[in-house]
């Protein structure tokens, strides 16, 4: 069992807090479609929630010079799943911040911790941010 499905486990079994790395309840589980495989996945991220049926999450891959698999994903399939520790499960549709809001947003992380800001000077290219919305 890797990282991942531990941080996975211990949400599902508490409700959503996860010890584990000082997250608390700060995460969200993202379902997510394969480009390529069809193959459906799930990803711990951190989320933040600026209003009901929002969410923001980072594709920060912790600085690495690519994006995370999950982001490739979302693109391909915006309408897709998370679990909340608040909301439980729910129908979303992601959106992929461009420019100002994008900026906007990605200080919102910057503040919520400090490794936001360390991911984006590991490397060059700039991290995307995408918005999920609640599918009514």
Known sequence: MGWNQDIIDEF???GGTVKTGGFGRGLILLHHTGAKTGIIRVTPV???R???GEWL???SKAGADTNPAW???LVAYPETTIEDPEAGTVRVEAEVLVGEDRDRVWRLFE???E???AYQRKTARTIPV???RRIR
Request: hydrophobic share 60%.
């Open 12 to 14: 599902r079994e508490n």
């Open 46 to 48: 951190m989320a933040l």
């Open 50 to 52: 600026p209003s009901a």
């Open 57 to 59: 999450i980072a594709a």
């Open 71 to 73: 982001f490739h994903n």
């Open 111 to 113: 503040a919520a911790s």
């Open 115 to 117: 490794g936001f800001a």
């Open 130 to 132: 995408i918005i999920l």
